[in-house]
């Protein structure tokens, strides 16, 4: 099961209401939740290099070019974090290698959400 299904599953079953990829939020959070003030980020293990995960080995070839650009990618995240925590918004992280198992994922949301 890919990620975006698990999502959308998630969605279904808890009907909270959310926007999707609201452009103002500094990082673009996957999901918005206004009226609690709380955003979802999915990240993609290799883009965002998620520290420590199997999907996110750098490549092997190239490294030159992948190595600063994926740190890069990750520093930025930090950034986004940061300023959404300044404007009064909490986040949670969900990596794309932890969304295949779909009750934790769930579970987390639902925690998260409150
Ligand atoms: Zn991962």
């Not at 599953?9 to 926007?19: C, E, V």
């Not at 500094?26 to 290799?46: E, T, W």
Request: aromatic share 12%.
């Amino acid at each position: 099961v890919d990620r975006s299904e698990n999502m959308r599953r998630i969605r279904s079953k808890d009907s909270y209401r959310f926007r999707l990829h609201r452009h103002d939020l500094p990082g673009r959070p996957d999901m918005v939740f206004p009226a609690r003030r709380k955003v979802i980020f999915v990240h993609g293990c290799f883009w965002h290099y998620h520290e420590g995960c199997k999907v996110a080995h750098l490549p092997k070839s190239n490294n030159h070019y992948w190595t600063p650009k994926l740190l890069k990618n990750s520093e930025r995240d930090a950034i986004h974090r940061k300023t959404i925590r300044k404007l009064g918004w909490q986040y949670l992280v969900l990596w794309e290698c932890e969304t295949s198992n779909y009750k934790k994922v769930a579970q987390r949301v639902k925690k998260f959400l409150g």
